[in-house]
């Protein structure tokens, strides 16, 4: 397989493609009175689940950029505190921001010159073709799950 074929997957999952409905329609329509619900048995709203993909994607486009960033304390960290409420304008940011730094992943698998498999100088273990795949497993699980949860809900 070339170098080519490979981004081009990456590509592919990183917008949604095959195994899940892609996010932005997963978040279609969502009813604004629902943002902060939460369905039975969960400590989560839908909100508080699109901020902790917003999060995620975040941390790590920041430990791939900056060798001396430091990530959040897991698991708290990585999700907005239990009470925090998101309106119309917080949902929209969190949309925005997760559309924004999917582009950023999309534009750095797209660049021919940057090394997908070269090890991250301040982490050695890793390298951009392992935390692209990171991103994409991570968001194709919590848009499943935000699916079955509207599903649940029957807010589709």
């Not at 505190?81 to 119309?88: K, M, N, P, Q, W």
């Not at 917080?90 to 949309?95: A, D, I, R």
């Not at 021919?112 to 991250?120: S, T």
Request: glycine share 4%; proline share 6%; aromatic share 12%.
């Amino acid at each position: 397989m070339n170098d080519l074929t490979v981004r081009e997957q990456l590509l592919f999952l990183l917008r949604g493609g095959g195994a899940h409905m892609p996010f932005e329609q997963a978040v279609a329509d969502f009813p604004a009175e629902q943002y902060n619900s939460k369905p039975p048995n969960l400590t989560y709203s839908f909100w508080h689940l699109l901020e902790h993909i917003r999060i995620a994607q975040e941390d790590i486009l920041a430990f791939i950029h900056n060798p001396d960033y430091i990530s959040p304390k897991w698991p708290e960290g990585y999700w907005p505190s239990e009470d925090a409420l998101a309106g119309e304008a917080e949902w929209k940011e969190t949309l925005e921001k997760i559309h924004a730094d999917t582009l950023r992943f999309e534009d750095l698998v797209e660049d021919p010159e940057v090394d997908l498999y070269a090890h991250l100088a301040h982490a050695p273990d890793y390298n951009i073709f392992r935390e692209v795949l990171v991103v994409a497993d991570h968001n194709a699980y919590h848009i499943g799950e935000f699916c079955i949860l509207r599903q649940v809900m029957q807010l589709w």
